[in-house]
């Protein structure tokens, strides 16, 4: 279909397959009615804000299937709230709409089915969802381009707008005239992929439908089931395993004071597990240390841990006090299986002549779920923080609305 314009003198054309009742000229804002001797200018729109997006007559792809926009119309709601609807005709007749907003977009359909608002209920259902209340309002066509299969409305369009994100159902109201459609929340990359090429605007704040980047539930889930093997992995790994000492020797000072004992070899088998090491020593108002080194005697690979041993106590001010203890534990991690030996240097001051001895034990594989609970402690902390940002982008989300859940907890 081509329309010359009478007022700009430009000429649009295009390839529409409906009866065209409106036209808006795309250069001039001139809407043209249609009447039984052509088209006649009714009216001009005064708009006049920057258009930034899909242009008419564009083609594109979307969800599979190409499109070609024949109209565009700017919605005013709240005295200076705008946004713009895309009207999309596909090669086989059928329509289908864009909606966008502060960048945000929403794919729509048409649909029959009918919902009783005329109380603007807070909640309705549809397909097994239930979709909440976000507003209702009325809207005034501030602006159109391109072709229409309807009279643009002169009057303000009533419309309760329920969101399911990333669901949306949008009920339009004018007179006796019921329209509902259906639509779902669509990537701005989707749209650049389906129509390339095209300047788009940007995208801010949260969009009405916009989904939380990550499934809350579905992550608590999967936390869950891996949290459950974790569990269930450890159990089997050590069901049938037994502690085992390596080590359970008194040094003496006199004899190996600040020189090594050497243990005799031992050899460990199945999966790592951690090394144990106990010290004991009667320090009395002074400190012993002990040094271990874990030999692997097939690869030479050494491992080194050391630990002070102090116990301090007096009488100040009145007060009995005590500092430190004469018994320490320590871990080595991740001990695999092979031949080893442990060297043990114990030192003592040499001034200290009333201690004697130091007691050292060494025990492989005992038992703890420390390995187990570390990486399940972290995935409740991130669950924790996935949750905390959810409820701060639904908050975000219902900031316009009056019917805020959150308004509700407050």
């Known amino acids: 279909m081509k329309v010359p314009c009478f007022q700009c003198n430009v000429t649009t054309e295009l390839d529409v397959h409906f009866e065209v009742k409106n036209f808006v000229c795309p250069n001039c804002q001139n809407l043209y009615t249609a009447s039984s001797d052509g088209l006649r200018v009714q009216r001009k729109f005064n708009y006049k804000g920057e258009h930034i997006g899909l242009q008419v007559g564009q083609q594109g792809t979307l969800k599979g ?65 239930k979709f909440d209340l976000y507003h209702y309002t009325s809207t005034d066509i501030v602006d159109a381009k391109g072709y229409f299969d309807f009279d643009i409305p002169v009057k303000k369009v009533s419309m309760d707008e329920y969101i399911a994100p990333p669901y949306i159902i949008s009920i339009e109201n004018l007179g006796d005239t019921e329209t509902t459609f259906y639509g779902e929340h669509i990537s701005v990359s989707e749209i650049k992929k389906g129509f390339p090429d095209t300047p788009l605007p940007y995208k801010h704040g949260t969009g009405v439908v916009e989904p939380f980047y990550l499934n809350v539930r579905n992550s608590a889930l999967i936390f869950c089931v891996i949290a459950l093997l974790i569990f269930i992995s450890h159990g089997f790994i050590y069901s049938d395993r037994v502690e085992k000492t390596v080590l359970g020797q008194d040094l003496s000072f006199s004899e190996f004071n600040n020189k090594d004992f050497i243990s005799p070899s031992f050899t460990l088998e199945g999966a790592s597990a951690p090394m144990t090491v106990s010290v004991y020593s009667d320090v009395n108002n002074s400190w012993a240390n002990v040094q271990v080194a874990l030999i692997n005697e097939t690869t030479n690979d050494e491992v080194y841990a050391n630990k002070d041993i102090e116990y301090y106590h007096g009488y100040t001010e009145g007060e009995n006090w005590t500092e430190g203890e004469k018994g320490e534990k320590f871990y080595i991690c991740g001990v695999e299986a092979g031949k080893y030996h442990l060297t043990v240097t114990p030192q003592k001051p040499l001034e200290d002549l009333s201690n004697n001895t130091i007691r050292v034990n060494a025990v492989w594989n005992q038992p703890s779920m420390w390995n187990a609970w570390i990486p399940v402690i972290i995935m409740g902390l991130l669950l924790a923080g996935i949750y905390y940002l959810n409820v701060n982008f639904e908050q975000k989300r219902w900031a316009d609305s009056d019917y805020s859940p959150f308004d509700e907890e407050e």
């Open 65 to 129: 299937e190409e499109y070609t926009v024949t109209g565009i119309l700017v919605k005013k709601a709240y005295g200076s709230y705008y946004w713009r609807e895309y009207i999309l005709q596909s090669a086989s007749g059928s329509f289908r709409y864009l909606s966008e907003a502060d960048g945000h977009w929403i794919f729509l359909e048409e649909i029959t089915e009918k919902f009783d608002v005329k109380n603007h209920p807070i909640n309705i259902d549809y397909e097994d969802l």
